[in-house]
């Protein structure tokens, strides 16, 4: 498509006169082609807008349908994290600020990949995004259909669990504390690494803004990170006083 678009006034003229042309040849050729014609006559006007019509036509579907393609692709791109294909961080933060404003119940949870630059250091940064995309995909297996997942930034993602109580989010969360193994390139045949999340968790309150909740959950990741990594921290006020 790029060889369609006209980059300057020169170009566009161009463009213009060759489309003239090509009207004024299919003209000509249909002329030629269905010899004396009455013009009173709906079938001939029906035949000539499908032999000199029906290309131009058919060129402008194509095109609009390649723009939506475009658009809808172009849409995905900015919404999903290209890495993972997670919820970026906008769209996290949309997302779970939309799905509070329907349940009361739920959690938030913070998840930070533990250790992860040693993997980047030792192993490189194609191991590094292996084991992000590893996982990601623990995410998805762990959650369901209304819960909401991100990428909100480097080795850090974050779920939203809807209708969810503490005990229940606890549950998951203990889950998903469990190593998570992958190979350190695309061959197979390399052992396997393991990397484990600790996370920080903050229960759902229509009283504290979604941002209140990252920010709690972010001091309960840290305390899960100071206590030895590899565990889930509720946030709560005592918290406040350490």
């Given amino acids: 498509m790029r060889y369609l678009e006209p980059r300057s006034v020169p170009a566009l003229i161009a463009r213009f006169v060759i489309a ?4 004024a040849l299919s003209n000509m050729s249909f002329a030629r082609l269905h010899g004396p014609h009455d013009y009173n006559d709906p079938l001939y006007h029906i ?27 172009l849409s995905i791109l900015s919404r999903k994290d290209s890495l993972t ?7 996290f933060l949309e997302c779970a600020s939309r799905r509070r404003e329907d349940r009361t119940d739920g959690a938030l949870l913070l998840l930070d990949a533990d250790h992860f630059k040693r993997i980047n250091d030792s192993y490189g940064h194609q191991a590094g995004d292996i084991c992000l995309q590893s996982i990601a995909e623990t995410l998805r297996r762990n959650v ?10 480097g080795e850090e993602f974050a779920i939203f669990l809807c209708d969810t ?9 203990e889950r998903l504390t469990k190593p998570i193994s992958f190979h350190p390139t695309d061959q197979s045949t390399e052992a396997h690494l393991s990397v484990t999340l600790s996370i920080g968790a903050a229960v759902n309150s229509p009283d504290l803004s979604l941002n209140t909740m990252l920010a709690n959950a972010d001091q309960a990741l840290y305390r899960a990170k100071a206590e030895g990594r590899a565990r889930m921290v509720v946030w709560s006020d ?5």
């Fill in 20 to 23: 003239i042309a090509l009207i």
């Fill in 47 to 73: 035949k000539h807008a499908i032999f000199v019509g029906g290309p131009f036509a058919l060129f402008a579907l194509f095109i609009m349908m390649f723009q939506v393609r475009l658009q809808r692709r």
């Fill in 238 to 242: 005592q918290l406040l006083t350490h």
């Fill in 144 to 153: 369901r259909r209304d819960d909401v997942v991100g990428r909100i930034g």
């Fill in 165 to 173: 109580t503490l005990e229940q989010a606890q549950i998951i969360g």
């Fill in 85 to 91: 294909g997670l919820n970026n961080r906008r769209t």
